[in-house]
Structure formats: structure tokens, C-alpha cells
């Protein structure tokens, strides 16, 4: 058992000072849910997913499908998986879900895209409509002023927009009074 310890020890070191391939990493709802991007559309490394897993991280997406692992740390596991469809209602509900089973343990989530601006913003800000119970267009506003020069051409900045406004909130995800201060819900 203490070899084993060693040795995840040695890989939490080694993943830690490698050179992640995660950028444009942004914290929401304090660092209970992360956001960002990697690098050509690449699915996270397993150094990067260990480096995760030793910041406290238990759960990451990849909104680009096909992603299903678990990688230990001297921490616990993190589990990579991957959303078939960000954008349909069925797949955005498992993934909200699993983000809102996680506040109680105060478990931290991280969902990824290319640059950690459009397709992951989506994600966050339907998070925050669906969790802090924000209007739409303060969702959109979010996604906007996040998207770290990233910019997005249209139809795809207004079809975003639309889904932003138009995605059916589910009441029981919402956070209470105190759980929305609590984990710094926007006004």
C-alpha cells in the first residue's frame, strides 16, 4: 500500500509540473464549477486530469463527446467523461445533474471546450441561469463578456444567444438563498 501511495504520489508531482495542454481556465460559482479549453480540440491528457484531480477537481467534461475515464491522485479519482450533445436538453440535464449532486460534498467540477469560450460559456451560463437562477439575458451577458477574445461569427453568436434564452430551466436545480450566496451566484 505505501508503494502505491508513492507511486501516485511521484505521478501527482510529475503531472503538476508538466506541461498542461488546459487553458483559459475560468472559475464559477467559486471553483465549484471551472470552465476553459485545450489545446486543437484534443480530449484532456491523463497528466492534465491528474493535475485535476490534485486541485480538487472529482468530475470533468469534454464537450466534445467520446470521453469515458477515471484517473487516480493522492487526492481520490476524477471522472472524464464525454457529452454527446452540449446543445440537446437531454445531455445538458445529465451534465447540470451531476454538477448540482456535487455541491453537497462541495465537489468541483470542470467542463472544457477548444478555447474555453463558446461552447463551454454555454454550459456555464446555463449553469447559472439553471442554479442561481439568473435571467437570460444576464446569462448572455455573462457568455459575452467571458469569452476572452474569442470571438464568435454569425448565424453561431445569435443561434448561442437563442439556445441561452430559450433552454427550459429546471426548477429543482435551483439553489437556495443561502446556497446562492453561499457559492457566489451573481446578482
Not at 85 to 103: K, T, V, Y
Not at 122 to 136: D, E, K, M, N, P
Request: aromatic share 8%; hydrophobic share 35%; net charge positive.
Amino acid at each position: 500500500m505505501k508503494i502505491r501511495n508513492l507511486m501516485l504520489l511521484t505521478l501527482s508531482f510529475v503531472s503538476l509540473t508538466s506541461h498542461a495542454e488546459i487553458k483559459n481556465e475560468q472559475k464559477i460559482l467559486n471553483g465549484l464549477l471551472s470552465r476553459g479549453g485545450v489545446i486543437q480540440r484534443k480530449p484532456l491528457s491523463n497528466a492534465d486530469l491528474m493535475s485535476l484531480c490534485e486541485r480538487g477537481f472529482t468530475q470533468a467534461y469534454t464537450l466534445y463527446g467520446g470521453a469515458n475515464k477515471t484517473v487516480e491522485c493522492s487526492r481520490g479519482t476524477i471522472r472524464y467523461r464525454g457529452s454527446k450533445d452540449f446543445r440537446a436538453p437531454a445531455d445538458m440535464n445529465r451534465i447540470l445533474e451531476a454538477i448540482h449532486a456535487s455541491f453537497t460534498s462541495k465537489e468541483k467540477t470542470f467542463v472544457h471546450c477548444n478555447n474555453g469560450a463558446h461552447a463551454s460559456g454555454y454550459v456555464a451560463a446555463i449553469a447559472l441561469r439553471t442554479f442561481c437562477g439568473i435571467s437570460a439575458e444576464k446569462a448572455i451577458s455573462y457568455w459575452d463578456r467571458t469569452l476572452n477574445g474569442y470571438p464568435l461569427q454569425e448565424p453561431n453568436r445569435t443561434n448561442l444567444m437563442n439556445r441561452i434564452r430559450k433552454y427550459q430551466i429546471r426548477a429543482e436545480l435551483e439553489l437556495n438563498a443561502g446556497q446562492k450566496q453561499a457559492y457566489g451566484c451573481p446578482n
